[in-house]
């Protein structure tokens, strides 16, 4: 076992010592339960001894457990100690942080999240791959990734950061024209401006064929040509409540019930995480949730 991954995985086995609870472990130390229990299971393999006495109601530590946990809080109180001196030497957040995010967060509130951020700490930069592809986080190169999904992964920190949904919408100078489709049926009647893999949208959880002359796969220009009265579009929320509440868009099939939908920031579960990433996170939750509640 590499040197490094002993020492996390001592620090791990600490927590779960500390609590005798791999729930609460895991929750404190912000990783999934069942990575926690891996990771014990991996470092007992490595030492050649069993450390934790499990049974369905509690855990308890073993005789050599009760020595590695003694031999653990050593190192653990030396990083501690160093990471105090650290952060008294170098107060001053510095280097990239770098981030994946779906195209349409990243236009309309990641980056002005991360430019205000800069202007509060200058010496951290931030690389944001604005797209849909969905990353792999052990070995790529990304600090975090902003992922849509009911189902984050589960080797993952995974943080709840919004809830949104999509709503269907045009401007008035379409509805003018061409006037509004009064069911999911209706919607072949009409422009209707998606990306070029999309050929249908679901309503009230039943899919409906739509079609448009033109297909964009740049969601930035969808909403453009939404307010230009092009078509009807579906849109995040989240991107369309400005123009709902100002009347450029109007919304379209308003009894239909939109399907939720959640953001998360992810991250690889890190024992130790870098103070300037760690930072941006509870900036990005607190303004996010500003925001939306708003």
């Not at 130390?29 to 007992?44: C, F, N, P, V």
């Not at 009760?66 to 653990?76: C, G, P, S, W």
């Not at 509130?109 to 990353?135: E, G, K, N």
């Not at 992922?147 to 919408?169: E, F």
């Amino acid at each position: 076992m590499k040197s490094h991954k002993k020492v996390e995985r001592l620090m791990l086995f600490s927590a779960v010592a500390e609590t005798l609870n791999y729930g609460t472990a895991a929750e404190k130390l912000g990783i999934s339960r069942g990575y926690l229990s891996e990771q014990i299971k991996a470092l007992e393999l490595a030492l050649g001894v069993k450390l934790l006495q499990r049974s369905t109601r509690q855990v308890n530590l073993t005789s050599e457990g009760k020595q590695v946990h003694a031999d653990a809080q050593l190192i653990n109180n030396a990083m501690v100690a160093m990471e105090k001196k650290l952060n008294k030497e170098q107060t001053e957040l510095k280097g990239e942080i770098s981030v994946t995010a779906p195209n349409m967060f990243a236009h309309y509130i990641l980056s002005d999240i991360c430019y205000d951020f800069t202007r509060t700490h200058p010496a951290v930069t931030f690389s944001i791959d604005s797209s849909y592809q969905r990353h792999d986080l052990n070995r790529g190169h990304f600090d975090l990734a902003f992922r849509s999904t009911n189902t984050p992964p589960q080797d993952m920190v995974a943080k709840p950061l919004m809830s949104y949904q999509h709503v269907i919408v045009a401007a008035p100078s379409y509805v003018d024209e061409y006037g509004l489709p009064k069911d999911g049926n209706a919607l072949l009647k009409h422009q209707c401006l998606h990306g070029p893999d999309i050929d249908t949208w679901t309503i009230n959880r039943k899919r409906f064929p739509i079609k448009g002359s033109v297909k964009l796969n740049d969601n930035v220009n969808l909403i453009n040509r939404a307010l230009d009265g092009r078509g009807i579009a579906r849109l995040p929320d989240y991107i369309v409540s400005a123009h709902l509440r100002n009347g450029s868009l109007v919304q379209v099939l308003e009894e239909h019930t939109p399907t939720p939908h959640k953001l998360y920031i992810i991250h690889p579960q890190k024992l130790h995480q870098s103070l300037r990433v760690r930072e941006f996170i509870d900036a990005v939750t607190s303004i996010v949730s500003t925001t939306t509640n708003q």
